[in-house]
């Protein structure tokens, strides 16, 4: 089991950056897979990186080139980011760290992401 928090969202105007942090209660290395989801609203709660333990990386299309997941090297931090460039209004959600672990996903609280001018 794991519990996730994150951290660093907040109003940002187009164009912008925002860096989310996902801290977890417990080592991160050896975690199947982690991740950034995210969810607007009307809509399903979608992929938008993930870093697996190999940390092998993927995005989805629309962040490519703008959006970094990276894990602190310091593995007593258990910590993901997210490093959000070039923000767009259509990337206004709320952000949720996921973690799989034993064929379980894992959740965090979410954090608020808002992109207006």
Do not use: H
């Not at 994150?6 to 860096?19: A, F, I, N, T």
């Not at 993930?50 to 940390?55: K, L, N, V, Y």
């Not at 092998?56 to 993901?80: E, P």
């Not at 959000?84 to 996903?105: H, Q, R, W």
Request: glycine content about 12%; aromatic content about 10%; charged content about 15%.
């Amino acid at each position: 089991q794991v519990q996730l928090v994150e951290s660093g969202g907040g109003l940002v105007q187009p164009g912008g950056s925002l860096r989310l942090s996902c801290a977890a209660s417990r080592g991160i290395f050896n975690i199947n897979a982690m991740g950034w989801y995210r969810q607007a609203p009307g809509k399903q709660r979608e992929l938008v990186a993930t870093i697996m333990r190999s940390g092998i990386t993927n995005y989805k299309d629309s962040v490519k080139g703008r959006f970094t997941i990276s894990r602190d090297s310091d593995n007593a931090k258990n910590t993901v980011y997210l490093q959000m460039n070039s923000l767009k209004p259509e990337d206004t959600a709320v952000y949720y760290c996921n973690a799989y672990i034993g064929f379980t996903d894992y959740w965090g609280q979410g954090t608020q992401v808002t992109v207006s001018s």
